[in-house]
């Protein structure tokens, strides 16, 4: 059973390697992945999220499993090109429930990946799915959205992560 992994859970800070077989078990990952994104109310899920340390991200920036046409499914994505503009909004992230702040990012961005099947493509993103890009990009990187927060809303939601902490502890004292 696929289970979305929380901060601060090491998997989240692990490298991720390239995904280099394009097979079934691939195709299923992705699935499962898009599944409990929209389960979870998600816009985008990045495979170490699921404790899967790989290249590989999803995302339907409409989060919504009725609209599948704009489900992607990005393996060993590259970014060519980002523009120099910044642009701040709110994000969350399924790994910090309770967790919001703004964060600023490139406005625009092209990439490179691969699709389920190998086969290389090139996708130029705007607004909000180059934002949700870029925070799963950020994940195949071991950077969390986190890490970009203003030093006001690093204070402001310390006692948060300390209980996100606390929680992680108990979990795997428990187990
Ligand atoms: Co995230």
Redesign the pocket.
């Known amino acids: 059973m696929m289970e979305i992994v929380l901060y601060p859970d090491p998997r989240l800070r692990a490298k991720n390697a390239p995904i280099t077989s394009f097979d079934d078990e691939l195709k299923q990952l992705a699935r499962g992945m898009l599944d409990l994104m929209y389960e979870t109310k998600g816009v ?3 495979a170490p ?1 699921v404790g899967v340390n790989r290249r590989m991200m999803v995302f339907n920036a409409e989060g919504d499993p009725e609209k599948p046409e704009f489900e992607t499914i990005l393996c060993n994505p590259r970014v060519v090109r980002k523009a120099k503009s910044k642009v701040s909004a709110e994000e969350g ?4 429930p309770g967790i919001y702040a703004q964060v600023e990012r490139p406005e625009d961005i092209v990439i490179l990946a691969q699709d389920v099947n190998g086969e290389e493509f090139e996708l130029a993103l705007d607004d909000w799915s180059a934002r949700v890009f870029q ?2 990009f ?2 195949l990187e071991g950077v ?2 986190i890490d970009r927060f203003s030093p006001s809303d690093k204070m402001r939601l310390k006692p948060v992560l300390r209980g996100l902490e606390f929680d992680y502890k108990e979990k795997i004292a428990g187990s």
Do not use: M, T
């Open positions: 985008g899920l990045a999220q992230c399924l790994s910090f925070h799963e950020d994940h969390l959205f």
